[in-house]
């Protein structure tokens, strides 16, 4: 699926990239995935610049199971802040900002 809607030219940006090979900005918590950052998703994300991907390829941990699962993994506390909806808005704003117009989100 994702093939149609990535070209070889697209900037694709992966804030929970694990071990997947889509991506040409990635990120992932775990140090063992080769990515290009190893941040908390919303410290990568306030680090891309407005308008530079194409395609956003988003699969976060959705559940608070998940989430304390990944967080404590990595010594990171988990809050009310990271298992709440509004944790997902402040994604949402910065991928909209680094989105070009027209781009896609998966």
Not at 47 to 57: E, G, K, Q, R, T
């Amino acid at each position: 699926m994702l093939e149609k809607y990535i070209k070889q030219s697209d900037v694709v940006v992966e804030p929970f990239a694990n071990n997947s090979q889509y991506g040409t900005i990635t990120n992932d918590l775990d140090t063992q995935y080769d990515t290009t950052y190893h941040l908390e998703a919303t410290d990568f994300l306030k680090l891309l610049d407005d308008n530079i991907a194409d395609v956003m390829l988003y699969d976060p941990p959705f559940s608070p199971r998940q989430i304390s699962e990944s967080y404590k993994k990595f010594g990171l506390s988990v809050n009310t802040e990271t298992t709440q909806a509004s944790y997902w808005s402040k994604h949402k704003k910065e991928i909209s900002r680094i989105v070009k117009p027209g781009g896609i989100v998966v």
